[in-house]
């Protein structure tokens, strides 16, 4: 995972979202500071899956800390669920820029559009369970697709399905059942390739949705129809663009902004309009120009022209003109320390 800005939320070349390198775990379980077991599918570490087998699970598995780690999780988003429950000890946790401390008891939602990380910067001591299902969305907006296997009755599925797309709240306190069924799972990792351990492995997650259904009817602090509308897709997007230059920086048309939010040149204008008082291209070169200034400042080893081309502008004399525009001095004149004029 890159240190410094991680990749964009809606775009990375195609259609890839950035999602959690597993890099600092596989390093710490190498070097045999944590515990680690997991059956997984692509980059996660652990025991290989067969694409068919539980198709959607992209990963389980749990870890267990027992000393101080000098590692953490990079903020990251992932392409499925992840749930993931905290047994014993203590854990710094983030998503969408709020801080929680967890503790042993604790449970974590994430959505596939929100980015979290798991440390300050490094991990605590405990024993974490997680499990990343993919249920086919990356925006609000996109209807979800449970896996076939996933078998709660169709009332159930629908009453969990809505409950996670319409809030966003992302720590519970789970119950005594599902920590008992993380530890079966647990114990199917194990036991992997035995008889019998993939059925158990797909009734241990069917139970856990199902436990998670009731902790959310209880716990959860509001529900918003809001969460899911195009609006909401449009916002997101607008604060990556702002907070993430790696984003920012991708090639954008206007086209290919609305195709990445799910709607037409329109509705992406329209939303964008009601969001931020701006067109989307004014918006994106604006977040540009914010990212770039804050380079000049801070990365002394690039040129102006090197900033341009790595904020996204395909001509250091546009980006120039611009800069000018927007900030009343030349970029070098504000590397050097200018005063930036009261901004009307």
């Known amino acids: 995972m890159k240190a410094s800005f991680p990749s964009p939320i809606y775009q990375s070349g195609a259609d890839r979202f950035e999602i959690d390198s597993c890099k600092a ?14 059956l997984s599918k692509g980059h996660y570490p652990g025991k290989r899956m067969n694409s068919n087998i539980l198709p959607g699970l992209s990963s389980i598995g749990f870890w267990n800390c027992r000393g101080s780690q000098d590692w953490g999780l990079e903020p990251h988003r992932n392409e499925g669920l992840e749930i993931v429950f905290l047994e014993t000890g203590g854990m710094d946790f983030e998503v969408d820029g709020r801080n929680h401390l967890l503790h042993a008891g604790n449970m974590t939602i ?3 559009w929100q980015m979290h990380k798991l440390g300050d910067p490094n991990i605590g001591r405990g024993r974490l369970y997680w499990l990343i299902l993919d249920v086919e969305v990356r925006r609000p ?3 979800w697709k449970w896996p076939e296997w996933v078998v709660l009755a ?6 969990l399905t809505r409950k996670l797309r319409q809030g966003e709240q992302s720590v519970w306190t789970a119950n005594p059942r599902i920590r008992e069924i993380f530890r079966d799972l647990a114990d199917c990792i194990l036991r992997w390739g035995e008889p019998g351990v993939t059925s158990r492995l797909a009734v241990g997650v069917n139970r856990l949705l199902v ?3 009731d902790v959310l009817a209880e716990q959860q602090l509001e529900e918003s129809p809001e969460m899911v509308t195009r609006r909401r897709t449009v916002d997101l997007f607008l604060r990556d663009l702002a907070d993430n230059p790696a984003s920012s920086a991708e090639p954008w048309t206007l086209k290919s ?4 939010c799910g709607m037409g040149i329109t509705a992406m204008a329209k939303y964008c309009g009601e969001l931020v008082n701006s067109g989307p291209m004014a918006y994106l070169n ?8 804050r380079a000049l400042r801070e990365k002394h080893g690039l040129s102006v022209t090197e900033i341009a081309m790595w904020a996204g502008f395909n001509s250091s004399q546009y980006f120039a003109t611009l800069f000018r525009k927007r900030y009343q001095m030349t970029p070098m004149g ?10 009307g």
């Open 110 to 112: 994430t959505r596939p």
């Open 334 to 343: 504000y590397r050097a320390g200018g005063l930036v004029p009261p901004q």
């Open 154 to 159: 169709l009332r159930d599925l629908s009453e």
């Open 286 to 293: 604006h977040c540009r120009l914010e990212h770039a200034a």
């Open 25 to 38: 775990q596989m390093k710490a379980m190498s070097e045999g500071k944590i515990e680690l077991h997991a």
């Open 211 to 213: 436990e998670m259904l």
């Open 141 to 143: 907006n996109q209807e």
């Open 257 to 260: 902004m609305a195709k990445q």
